[in-house]
């Protein structure tokens, strides 16, 4: 009888595998690979914040050195390519295609003109002496130093930290550009999303909104404290 039994349930049919969290393997990867992204910033950000108030002396005013009306319109620029990639999302899920294509290509033109506007600034902040090493000797900002309106020995941290988190932060952005430009043209524009298919679009959100939200920490913690 144990053997019938036995023989019985190896023959009904295995029992409904319980729903998940329908998270497909693409979405799954990019929200481990945030995790990492976390981690890393995490690492920048605590890094400047302990060498700046560790510093041996006083951190320079940011409206000395950077242009922050800039970059708060650069900060601007950014946030609404974050709700521009919301709107595409919810255009795609809507099935409308032809929006969705439409927000994405804002969402591109945004992001791309963030990282112009980052290299313009980079290049009038070498002009004026501001270098990844601190102040170079003879320009505009060693006068400043040498009039005491800005301090000599910190300027060489203030430097290195300012390019480190930008620059990697601006890299994150243009590699964001890129991918949803590669979305765009293969994926987009030929219509190969649907209403039923969209994860492109999902994930590569995910990524602009994350991108988005780490510009806004930065902008607060480097230009306007």
Same mark, same amino acid.
């Given at each position: 009888?144990?053997?019938?039994?036995?023989?019985?349930?190896?023959?009904?049919?295995?029992?409904?595998?319980?729903?998940?969290?329908?998270?497909?393997?693409?979405?799954?990867?990019?929200?481990?690979?945030?995790?990492?992204?976390?981690?890393? %910033?995490?690492?920048?950000?605590?890094?400047?914040?302990?060498?700046?108030?560790?510093?041996?002396?006083?951190?320079?005013?940011?409206?000395?050195?950077?242009?922050?009306?800039?970059?708060?319109?650069?900060? %601007?620029?950014?946030?609404?390519?974050?709700?521009?990639?919301?709107?595409?999302?919810?255009?795609?899920?809507?099935?409308?295609?032809?929006?969705?294509?439409?927000?994405?290509?804002?969402?591109?033109?945004?992001?791309?003109?963030?990282?112009?506007?980052?290299?313009?600034?980079?290049?009038?902040?070498?002009?004026?002496?501001?270098?990844?090493?601190?102040?170079?000797?003879? /320009?505009?900002?060693?006068?400043?130093?040498?009039?005491?309106?800005?301090?000599?020995?910190?300027?060489?941290?203030?430097? /290195?930290?300012?390019?480190?988190?930008?620059?990697?932060?601006?890299?994150?952005?243009?590699?964001?550009?890129?991918?949803?430009?590669?979305?765009?043209?293969?994926?987009?524009?030929?219509?190969?999303?649907?209403?039923?298919?969209?994860?492109?679009?999902?994930?590569?959100?995910?990524?602009?909104?994350?991108?988005?939200?780490?510009?806004?920490?930065?902008?607060?913690?480097?230009?306007?404290?």
């Amino acid at each position: 009888m144990t053997h019938a039994a036995a023989t019985v349930d190896q023959m009904r049919p295995p029992l409904p595998a319980e729903r998940g969290l329908d998270v497909y393997n693409t979405k799954l990867g990019m929200w481990v690979f945030l995790a990492s992204e976390v981690m890393f %910033f995490a690492a920048l950000i605590g890094t400047y914040v302990i060498l700046r108030f560790g510093a041996p002396g006083e951190w320079a005013k940011p409206g000395i050195v950077l242009n922050i009306k800039i970059t708060a319109f650069n900060t %601007f620029l950014l946030i609404c390519s974050s709700v521009s990639m919301v709107k595409a999302y919810a255009a795609i899920q809507d099935g409308d295609p032809k929006k969705m294509r439409f927000w994405l290509l804002l969402t591109i033109l945004g992001g791309a003109s963030f990282v112009g506007i980052q290299v313009y600034e980079y290049i009038h902040l070498i002009e004026h002496g501001f270098v990844p090493s601190g102040v170079r000797e003879g /320009s505009e900002l060693a006068e400043l130093v040498a009039k005491g309106q800005l301090p000599a020995a910190t300027m060489g941290l203030y430097g /290195s930290t300012f390019y480190t988190m930008t620059g990697f932060h601006g890299f994150h952005v243009t590699c964001g550009v890129i991918s949803m430009t590669y979305l765009y043209l293969t994926k987009a524009l030929p219509g190969k999303y649907t209403k039923q298919s969209y994860g492109g679009i999902e994930t590569v959100g995910l990524y602009w909104h994350f991108v988005d939200l780490v510009w806004i920490i930065l902008f607060t913690i480097v230009y306007l404290i």
